[in-house]
């Protein structure tokens, strides 16, 4: 089967660290090109990852006609504009999530991909992962019975003002940051979206980003609810409770490329461990499984794993988190 040649629009971290890296081992993709506005800096990922083309410019990388997806680790608010212009290039676009700051920003990619026929997709990497692929299997066998709650928490500890996650005009603080991937793990666990949220936030008085952010969501079937934070201590969880038992996944989401994970299924035989099950699932790198899943979309003409659509259908929920925590009402999600 024919390779997607993949370019990196950005030397982030979180690209030079995590993704490439596992893009690097992806089947049927390489990653041939990266860019930087420091051509020092592009030159140097390059020589360190083994890319063989380095830019001084993002405007050269997507010029290139070897190059057929784009993935875009750059700051939240330059997303959208980053990801219209490599498609308008004519480049499939995987690009971190969050993919906008609004829904209405979001919605504009939609009229791109239409008229340029091309990929787009955001980066939740979770969604290709085996231990959330198994959980979607065991609740549509009713493993648990009628899933009827779902409860997260994730937190890190960073207080540098300097940092990009703790700036609000590039889209920084909790919610955006790692809390949608709660919202996005609430939606994936009942298939619906939540008809209405309310939320509290605390938000950091010198960096004016959400420090401490929780929020209820409700949905036809069930509950959600979670907590997030910037500043706590580095922790991280997310449980499914049913009618008849009960799965939690201890990392769902940052999981470790050399260390395998776990998913407890609990029958609710007793308050100690009695009727917790486990099952293990071996080292992957989500990174390279999310690259195997996006190129395969490519070449075989498929739906991407998550398209611009749930995108903003997750961007909504998290506006009416925005909203609510104002307010101090109940909110619901706009499209």
């Given amino acids: 089967m024919k390779r997607i040649r993949w370019g990196v629009l950005s030397t982030a971290d979180i690209g030079l660290k995590k993704v490439i890296p ?39 990388l997507l010029a290139d006609p070897e190059i057929d997806a784009i993935y875009i680790p750059l700051p939240n608010h330059l997303h959208v504009p980053w990801t219209a212009k490599a498609a308008e290039a004519g480049k499939h676009v995987l690009c971190e999530k969050p993919i906008s700051l609004t829904v209405a920003e979001a919605k504009l990619l939609l009229e791109v991909r239409e008229r340029t026929g091309v990929k787009i997709g955001e980066a939740f990497m979770v969604d290709t992962h085996p231990q959330w692929l198994r959980v979607r299997e065991l609740l549509e066998a009713r493993r648990i019975g009628e899933l009827r709650a779902v409860a997260g928490f994730f937190s890190y500890y960073n207080v540098d003002p300097a940092n990009i996650r703790n700036r609000v005009e590039t889209g920084g603080g909790a919610l955006m940051d790692i809390g949608c991937y709660m919202v996005h793990g609430a939606r994936y666990a009942f298939r619906q979206e939540p008809t209405r949220v309310v939320a509290l936030m605390e938000r950091d008085p010198r960096m004016g980003t959400d420090r401490l952010t929780s929020a209820l969501l409700d949905f036809a079937s069930g509950q959600a609810i979670f907590t997030c934070s910037t ?105």
């Fill in 22 to 60: 596992g893009m690097l081992q992806a089947e049927h993709a390489s990653v041939d090109a990266i860019a930087s506005r420091d051509p020092a800096r592009a030159r140097d990922a390059a020589t360190a990852l083994g890319i063989v083309r380095a830019y001084g410019s993002y405007e050269e």
């Fill in 231 to 335: 500043q706590l201590a580095p922790y991280q969880r997310i449980e499914f409770v049913g009618t008849s038992g009960r799965m939690e996944l201890p990392v769902p989401v940052n999981a470790p490329a050399d260390h395998g994970l776990i998913l407890r299924i609990d029958s609710g035989a007793g308050l100690f461990g009695e009727g917790v099950e486990e099952e293990i699932f071996p080292v992957c790198n989500q990174y390279a499984l999310q690259c195997q899943a996006f190129s395969r979309a490519i070449l075989e003409d498929g739906p991407v794993p998550v398209p611009l659509e749930n995108a903003i259908a997750n961007m909504a929920v998290m506006q009416a988190i925005f909203r609510s925590a104002e307010s101090g009402q109940w909110e619901q999600p706009e499209l």
